[in-house]
Structures are given as structure tokens and as C-alpha cells.
Nanobody, 131 residues
């Protein structure tokens, strides 16, 4: 039974930082890519940051490059998203997800970060950035 549970969201002022955590069970990071996605009110879900342990490949959407960092702790089955210099436009519900198909396929480089290619999802955690 695959489970992902995100936490760590909250209210922060612009310029501040948050670290999101996702506890993962039922999958191996050796076989799956993992990622963080977000959905703001009235907008489609978008890929934020994705990581594939098999080759260390990382992808960030342009708007978060240089500000967000995705990482895993293999021993603890955790996925993290460190978010620095937060902006009001980062306000959204954030979801962690795992993908076994094209996202995990090493033939695609860098790792793909499209939500329809991730098949295991956890409940979201809300991040609100005030100006």
C-alpha cells in the first residue's frame, strides 16, 4: 500500500522560508521519481521540483530556480522541499507525488516533472505567502 503524506505548510511573509516534508511508504526511491507539485486557486496543478535517485537528476520549474531545493532521506523515506525567498505567487497547496513510468525512466533526462506522469499522490499542505 503506497502512502505519501506532506506536511510543513503554513503562513510566512515574503522573503521567508519553509521546509515541506513528505513521508513515503510502499515504494522505493530506486524505482520511482519523486516530486513536489502545487496548485494555486483557480489554476492548474504544476510541477515545482522533481528528483530521480537513480541518476540524481533534478528538475525545477523556472519560477523557483535558485530558491527551492528538493532532497530525499533514503533511510527515513522522506522527501523534502526547502523553499527560500518565498514570494506571494508561491501561495498554493503543495503535494508530494511519486512516479514509476516516464518520470522514473533514465532515458528521459532531466527527470520529467509533469503531474500526469506521477501516479501516487499524497494530500496537500497549504503554503500562504503574505506580501
Amino acid at each position: 500500500d503506497v502512502q505519501l503524506q506532506a506536511s510543513g505548510g503554513g503562513l510566512v511573509q515574503a522573503g521567508g522560508s519553509l521546509r515541506l516534508s513528505c513521508v513515503v511508504s510502499g515504494i522505493s526511491f530506486d524505482d520511482y521519481a519523486v516530486g513536489w507539485f502545487r496548485q494555486a486557486a483557480g489554476k492548474e496543478r504544476e510541477g515545482v521540483s522533481c528528483f530521480r535517485k537513480r541518476d540524481g537528476s533534478t528538475t525545477h520549474t523556472d519560477s523557483v530556480k535558485g530558491r527551492f531545493t528538493i532532497s530525499i532521506d533514503n533511510a527515513k523515506n522522506m522527501v523534502y522541499l526547502q523553499m527560500d525567498n518565498l514570494k506571494p505567487e508561491d501561495t498554493a497547496a503543495y503535494f508530494c507525488a511519486a512516479g514509476w513510468g516516464p518520470a522514473a525512466d533514465g532515458d528521459y533526462f532531466p527527470v520529467r516533472c509533469f503531474s500526469d506522469e506521477y501516479d501516487q499522490w499524497g494530500r496537500g499542505t497549504l503554503v500562504t505567502v503574505s506580501s
